[in-house]
C-alpha cells in the first residue's frame, strides 16, 4: 500500500458527511447533559457560540429522558449572519467555554475528535450493507459492521497512538485478521491465575496448540533458558512494536521477558479494540490484550495486580447464576475469564501509584467463547448492534423485529426479559450492578428473536454495592460502597439513560413502536418482576423503579473535563457529573 493509499478515505465529500454526522451527534448529546441550551427558532432550534457571533440552527424531535433526535441535514452554520460550510473542529472551539475545555484538555481532545471522523470516513467507504442484510449476518460480520461506537461519547473512536496503518491493521471497522504476539515472562516477575480445573501447561497446549508451543520452546531453549522457568503471554502487536520493546527495555535485555513471535492463530479485534476473537477456531477463548493507547477517557492498558483475582470473581459470579432460580429462568449466562497472565515490572511498580498506567502495559485474559454453547437455530449479536443505523436510515433493531414476525412490542418484552429482567434481580437480591451497556453484552438469537443475553467484561465492571457483604477473600475487590440515593442509577442511567433512550427513538423515528409503547413494556416487564417476587417488595419501595425523576448523570463531561482518566478508579461513584434530573419514562405507569 502507498503511502497516499493509507489516507485514501479522507476526502473532502466524506469528511463533509462524517463532519456532519458527529455535529448533529455534539449537538444532540450535549443539550441531553445541559452544556448548551437550544432556544426555539422559526419552527426549529438555534444554539449560539460563547462570543455570540456564530450559530447552529437545526431541527429536532424531542423525545422521552430529554433526548434530541436531530435532523442531521437541516443543520446550518452561520457566522455574522452569513452561512459558512460546517468545521467540526470549529465546533468546539466556538463552544469551548460552554463545554468547560480547559486550554490543556482542548487540544487532546479535539486529537480524538480528529481520530473519530476519520474512523467515520473510513466506514463511509465500506459497502453499504441494510440492516435487513446484516440481520441475517454472522457474529463477526455484524461486530465489524457496526458503525456508530458508544451512543452517549461524542469522541468516542479517538485510539490517540494509533498511527494511521496500525488503524488500518487493528481497528475493528477495518476487520483485518491480526496474529498476537507472544512474549515468554519470567516467573520471578510474573503470574498466571485461573478458574477451577486449569492447569497453565494444558490450557496453553490447547489455545496454542503442541506444534507451537515446541516451537516457542525451542527457541528458548536455543537461548540457553530453560522454559519451565516462564510463562508465555499474548500480546497486542501494537504494543510490542510501540511500548514493550522500548519501556520494558530493561526486561528483554536481561531475558526478564523473550518474544517468541506470532502465533498460527488469526484474530479480529471487537468494539473494544483490545479484545480478540479467534476465528482461526471460534470455539477458542478470545484474548483481551493491555494496549496503552488512550480511548474514550481511560488508557487502555490491563493491571497485573488486577488479573490475579480475576478468574475467582468470574467463578463465584457463575456460581451466583447458576444457584439462583429466577436469574437461571432468564437464561442469562456469563463468558467467564477463565485464566490470565500479568507481568509486573519492579522498577515501575517502585516509582508509581497503584491507578499508574506503567502498572498497565503487561497482562492478558481469556474469556470463554460464546460459540460452543449455541444450541441449533441460534446466532449472535453484539447488544451493541441494537442502535446501528444504516446508510438507508433503518435500524438493526427494527430489522431484526421484520425478520422475527413478531409484534414489535411483543419483540422487545422477550428481548428486555433476556436482558433487562436479570440486572433487576441481581440490583434487588444481591446489591449485584454489571456495567451493561451494548459491547459487554452478547445476545443470542433465534430467527430475529433474542433468545438469551450473554454477560461479559465480568471481573473489570461487577460491584457489589452492599459494604457487609460477605464475599470470599478473593472476590472482595468488587464490594464498593455508593450512596442510597445514586444506587439505581446503576440502571436508571446505564440502561435507561445510556441505551434505551436510542434504541426507543430509533424505532419511534422508524415508526416501528411508539415511544409510549415501548415505555409502556419496560414498566409491564419490570412490574411483572416485582409481582413474581414479593419476598424483595421492601427493597422495591426502598429503590423505586417508578419514581417520578432521577438524577442525571453526564458521561461527556467527565471526558471534556479530563479525557486522560475520566473516573478515579479508587472512587468511581465520588466521579459522577450529576445536573438537575430525568423525568422518568416509567414514572406513573
Known amino acids: 500500500m502507498s503511502l497516499a493509499d493509507t489516507v485514501a478515505h479522507l476526502s473532502p465529500e466524506r469528511w463533509e458527511t462524517a463532519g456532519r454526522l458527529l455535529i448533529r451527534k455534539a449537538l444532540a448529546e450535549f443539550a441531553h447533559e445541559r452544556l448548551i441550551t437550544p432556544e426555539p427558532e422559526d419552527g426549529g432550534y438555534v444554539v449560539r457560540s460563547d462570543d455570540g457571533l456564530t450559530a447552529y440552527r437545526f431541527t429536532a424531535v424531542r423525545r422521552a429522558l430529554d433526548h434530541w433526535q436531530i435532523d442531521a441535514p437541516s443543520i446550518t452554520r452561520h457566522h455574522d449572519g452569513v452561512e459558512v460550510p460546517l468545521a467540526p473542529l470549529d465546533f468546539f472551539i466556538e463552544l469551548k467555554e460552554s463545554l468547560g475545555l480547559s486550554d490543556e484538555i482542548l487540544p487532546v481532545y479535539l486529537e480524538e475528535i480528529s481520530s473519530t471522523l476519520s474512523s467515520t470516513c473510513y466506514k463511509l467507504t465500506k459497502p453499504e450493507v441494510t440492516s435487513a442484510e446484516l440481520a441475517r ?6 461486530e465489524t459492521g457496526m458503525t456508530e461506537g458508544h451512543p452517549c461519547f461524542v469522541a468516542n473512536n479517538g485510539r490517540l497512538g494509533f498511527g494511521v496503518h496500525e488503524y ?12 498476537l504476539v507472544w512474549l515468554a515472562a519470567h516467573r520471578s516477575r510474573a503470574a498466571f491465575t485461573a478458574g477451577v480445573g486449569i492447569e497453565y501447561e494444558d490450557f496453553v497446549r490447547q489455545e496454542l496448540g503442541e506444534a507451537t508451543v515446541g516451537r516457542f520452546h525451542g527457541k528458548l531453549a536455543g537461548l540457553g533458558l530453560d522454559p519451565a522457568d516462564y510463562l508465555l503471554i499474548p500480546v497486542h502487536p ?10 520494558f527495555a530493561a526486561e528483554v535485555a536481561r531475558r526478564h521477558l523473550v518474544c ?31 494496549l496503552s493507547v488512550l480511548n474514550m477517557g481511560f ?20 456460581q451466583l447464576i447458576e ?75 427494527g430489522a431484526l423485529i421484520e425478520r422475527s414476525g413478531l409484534a414489535p412490542a411483543e419483540w422487545l418484552r422477550q428481548y428486555l426479559r433476556a436482558y433487562y429482567t436479570p440486572l433487576l434481580h441481581s440490583f434487588y437480591a444481591y446489591d449485584l450492578v454489571y456495567m451493561p451497556h451494548g459491547e459487554n453484552v452478547i445476545l443470542v438469537l433465534a430467527d430475529g428473536v433474542v433468545r438469551r443475553a450473554v454477560y461479559k467484561d465480568i471481573a473489570e465492571e461487577i460491584a457489589v454495592m452492599d459494604p457487609d457483604a460477605v464475599l470470599p477473600p478473593e472476590v472482595r475487590r468488587i464490594r464498593i460502597e455508593v450512596p442510597d440515593d ?69 458521561l461527556n463531561r467527565l471526558q471534556l473535563r479530563d479525557n486522560r482518566q475520566m473516573v478515579d ?12 434530573t430525568l423525568e422518568n419514562p416509567l414514572a406513573g405507569r
Request: with cysteine; glycine share 6%; net charge negative.
Open 260 to 290: 517468541l513471535g506470532e502465533g498460527d492463530d488469526e484474530y479480529l479485534a471487537q468494539q473494544s479494540i483490545r479484545t480478540f476473537f479467534n476465528t482461526s477456531d471460534p470455539r477458542k477463548h478470545y484474548v483481551k490484550t493491555a
Open 137 to 142: 449476518g454472522g457474529f463477526q460480520d455484524i
Open 569 to 580: 478508579l479508587a472512587d468511581p461513584s465520588g466521579a459522577l457529573q450529576l445536573v438537575g
Open 238 to 247: 501494537w504494543q510490542w512494536w510501540n511500548k514493550l520493546s522500548v519501556t
Open 168 to 179: 488500518l491493521s487493528y481497528a475493528p471497522e477495518t476487520a483485518s485478521p491480526v496474529r
Open 323 to 397: 444457584n439462583d432460580p429466577v436469574l437461571k429462568s432468564t437464561g442469562l449466562s456469563i463468558i467467564r475469564e477463565r485464566a490470565a497472565v500479568g507481568y509486573r515490572h519492579l522498577e515501575y511498580e517502585r516509582a508509581t501509584d497503584r491507578y499508574s498506567p506503567y502498572r498497565k502495559m503487561l497482562a492478558a485474559l481469556w474469556r470463554e467463547s460464546p460459540v460452543p454453547s449455541l444450541r441449533d437455530g441460534e446466532s449472535l449479536a453484539t447488544m451493541a448492534s441494537l442502535l446501528h443505523v444504516d446508510h438507508e436510515g433503518a435500524s438493526f433493531a
Open 486 to 554: 445514586t444506587k439505581l442509577l446503576s440502571i436508571f442511567t446505564d440502561v435507561f439513560d445510556c441505551f434505551f433512550r436510542f434504541l426507543a427513538a430509533h424505532l419511534a423515528a422508524e415508526g416501528v413502536l411508539e415511544e409510549d409503547g415501548f415505555w409502556r413494556t419496560v414498566a409491564e416487564v419490570t412490574r411483572e418482576y416485582q409481582e413474581s417476587n414479593p419476598e424483595l417488595a421492601d427493597r422495591f419501595r426502598q429503590y423505586d423503579m417508578f419514581a417520578p425523576e432521577f438524577a442525571l448523570s453526564c
Open 299 to 318: 488508557m487502555r492498558g490491563l493491571s497485573a495486580a488486577y488479573m490475579e483475582a480475576t478468574p475467582a470473581i468470574n467463578d463465584w459470579l457463575a
